[in-house]
């Protein structure tokens, strides 16, 4: 990577203007992932005067807002998010490598990148979860990720509903601190299930066929169906989601193992998710 | 171009270009504890403190840190004799290239964990590899230095 300058500016709105009028900008994040790649910037943008690093509690909307230069090891050790969601985002991001480099990843870094070993977005998928672009109307997160980015406008935070869920999150990886083979991410509302697969090797997804073929169930039924050992292959929530879902290979692992663990780790968080509750 | 950079409690005006990483401002300007090794952001052996916080050298571009309280072993001289007589006292070391990046994450562990389990401790280490010792005796001299029971 080359850069010609490093700006600093003070406010997200100046951030945008330079973006929107400096030819070949771009906005740095942590610069963790970036210095892997050789592109040339000619204005790279540090948004770390800019105020967005923060976890704030928004009682009046019923929220929680994150910002975007919030890094995961905020994230990791915030009283608040330890408190909510069954502590799941805390847990989706404390495996990542090791305390150095989750000192230096921040959530814009994360959503804008998409990646697809991202263990943040597997967790946020679950969630009622929306993104704010500077200037712009919040858009779920689910929603986000299908659309493209835009280049032109500053994300500026996260914006994620408080709901009574309880969680679940597991994910399988060669070491600690190696990126994931996969991750999953697992949350019960009051009926149905939500499930997110991650590191598929793409980009986080949810299982909407599986959810939808589980609405009206609630927690305590399908945990029971869960652990009947004669379990019928249609109320196995893990084996329904590794069918629905598509994975890849890559040098960590088949598609064909991916496949294979989906179905245990999922059924594994729920299963974690409804011991919380209990 | 000429930036001002604070190292080890000192303002220090340093030739610094937009895409130079803190690791290599920091090398080229004498402080030669601070190693590069993986070159991937994976084995913590570049560490230095940021305002007191653990983070890699290799992968923080120096423009960054600008402003903030960089510290390296040369800072923390005494702090980091205290630990090497645990570490030593367990015949923990071989080599040492991995001594300086584990040595700093261990002081920012001591001041940001209050009570901390022996979990606790691997967690906020898992980030640090040394590639000669296996980590036993390492851990058996932090736990002492730390104070938990392992």
Not at chain 1, 45 to 52: E, F, K, V, Y
Not at chain 2, 32 to 46: F, W
Not at chain 2, 84 to 108: D, H, R, W, Y
Not at chain 2, 128 to 137: A, D, E, F, I, K
């Amino acid at each position: 990577m080359t850069i010609n300058e490093i700006v600093r500016p003070t406010s997200i709105g100046e951030a945008q203007r330079i973006l929107q009028t400096k030819h070949n900008s771009a906005v740095l994040g942590g610069g963790a992932f970036m210095r892997l790649g050789s592109k040339h910037i000619d204005t790279a943008i540090d948004l770390q005067d800019a105020g967005l690093r923060y976890i704030i509690d928004n009682p009046a909307e019923d929220c929680i807002e994150i910002g975007a230069m919030t890094t995961f090891r905020d994230l990791e050790t915030n009283e608040l998010l330890m408190n909510h969601f069954g502590g799941l985002i805390p847990q989706s991001v404390a495996n990542i490598v090791g305390v150095q480099l989750r000192n230096i990843l921040t959530v814009g870094g994360t959503i804008i990148g998409r990646y697809g070993f991202s263990e943040l977005i597997t967790g946020l998928l679950v969630l009622d979860c929306f993104v704010v672009m500077h200037d712009a109307a919040p858009i779920a997160l689910v929603d986000f990720l299908k659309a493209k980015v835009p280049q032109h406008l500053l994300f500026e935070k996260l914006i994620i509903k408080k709901e009574p869920l309880q969680t679940g999150y597991q994910m399988m990886r060669m070491t600690s601190g190696a990126l994931p083979m996969l991750s999953v991410a697992v949350a019960l509302p009051e009926a149905g299930v939500r499930i997110a697969v991650g590191a598929r090797p793409g980009l986080a997804q949810r299982a909407e066929l599986t959810e939808r073929a589980f609405t009206d169930v609630l927690p305590d039924a399908l945990l029971h169906k869960l652990n009947n050992l004669h379990c019928s292959e249609q109320d196995n929530v893990g084996l329904q989601a590794a069918k629905e879902l598509t994975f890849g290979d890559d040098t960590k692992c088949s598609a064909a193992y991916r496949k294979e663990i989906c179905a245990t780790l999922v059924n594994r968080a729920i299963q974690m998710a409804g011991e919380v509750q209990e | 171009m000429m930036q001002l950079f604070r190292i080890n409690g000192q303002e220090i005006s340093l030739a610094c270009e937009p895409q130079t990483y803190l690791v290599d401002l920091l090398r080229q300007n004498g402080f030669k504890s601070v190693k590069r090794a993986c070159e991937t952001s994976s084995c913590g052996i570049c560490t230095v403190l940021l305002d007191g916080r653990p983070i890699l050298s290799c992968t923080l571009l120096a423009t960054m840190a600008v402003g903030h309280d960089i510290t390296t072993v040369e800072g923390m001289r005494s702090e980091i004799e205290d630990l090497t007589q645990f570490l030593s006292a367990e015949g923990a070391e071989q080599c040492g290239f991995c001594s300086p990046g584990l040595a700093l994450t261990v002081l920012a562990m001591k001041k940001e964990l209050q009570t901390p389990t022996t979990h606790n401790v691997k967690h906020y280490l898992s980030g640090n590899l040394c590639r000669c010792s296996g980590y036993v005796g390492q851990l058996r001299a932090i736990y002492r230095y730390m104070g938990v029971e392992a």
